[in-house]
């Protein structure tokens, strides 16, 4: 009876499989200024796709390096190809030391909107490969091979 019920089930997981919970970045990258000429920009770009839906974009920033601690963006920046997306930092002590926290708005079939919310620690060790030039800029980018993942921690459906 047991298999009967499991096996009646199946075509039913399969017709709807559960949501991936983990958003997916790739192409990450970040550059520090030398700040030799006062002019150049710390920039940071992504790219993010939430599985749940297929919806992916494109994010990118820039600060001026006077405001080198202070101009990343500590609340959210909707500064994405896709207008369902933005972002900000938490923790930032460097560009190759922050949390990304991405979050996502995207409205379903039945016209009701869901809400997620995911982050993930970007660093040297794990994700990005960095390059520290003498003249005192940095580049740093993500890894080959390197699955980064943001862990959702909020979904609402409005």
Known sequence: MLVTVMLMALPLALAYPEATTAFEVTNLSTFEPSGRDNVSVYRVSFNVTDPS?????????????????????????????????????????????????????????NGKKIKRSAKGMVDDENVLLCTHAGSGFSICRQREGVAFQLDVCKEVKF
């Open 53 to 109: 839906d297929g919806a992916a974009t494109s994010c990118e920033t820039t600060w001026p390096y006077a405001e080198w601690d202070t101009g990343y963006p500590h609340e959210f920046l909707a500064n994405c190809t896709n207008k369902g997306w933005s972002f900000k930092f938490d923790d930032y002590q460097s560009m190759w030391d922050f949390v990304l926290d991405v979050k996502h708005v995207s409205k379903k079939r």
